[in-house]
């Protein structure tokens, strides 16, 4: 037995510190980093630390929900996106559940509102713990969308 998990090329994931119950992520061992869709980032000042302020639409096509966030800045790094274009992120650590796995992982804030998947889960954050199948899907199960709904 492999101390590896399988993914697929997308899954679902949550990011509980977020207040992220589950957003799709595609799987890229091709980015290094880790990008989370962060359509207005607002750096502030708390206790003489950098943090920002940022919200997220976790669903694709679907700008009414909306996450409102905050966490502490860890860096700002140049990311070279696939298509050539140099951007300063924000850096940021949150805790990522993936099926049964929950760690810390790096993740840079950037506009993906016109890209397909709301969050990219780059190679930094799978090494030393998850080998990808990119022919399959979702190895790690779907939302259960009863959870998201109010109790009557």
Wanted: hydrophobic share 35%; glycine share 8%; with cysteine.
């Amino acid at each position: 037995m492999s101390k590896y998990t399988t993914l697929g090329w997308r899954e679902w994931l949550a990011l509980p510190d977020l207040g992220i119950a589950h957003i799709k992520a595609k799987i890229d061992t091709g980015a290094r980093s880790s990008a989370l869709h962060a359509f207005y980032v607002q750096p502030f000042e708390r206790d003489g630390e950098s943090w920002v302020r940022f919200g997220i639409h976790p669903q694709q096509g679907n700008t009414d929900n909306v996450v409102d966030c905050e966490a502490k800045v860890l860096d700002q790094r140049q990311v070279t996106d696939s298509g050539g274009h140099r951007e300063i992120r924000y850096v940021i650590a949150t805790t990522i559940a993936l099926g049964e796995d929950t760690f810390q992982a790096e993740v840079t804030l950037t506009d993906r509102e016109n890209m397909r998947f709301r969050m990219l889960l780059g190679r930094t954050a799978m090494r030393g713990r998850h080998l990808v199948d990119p022919g399959r899907s979702y190895l790690m199960g779907k939302p259960n969308r009863q959870q998201d709904k109010p109790e009557i």
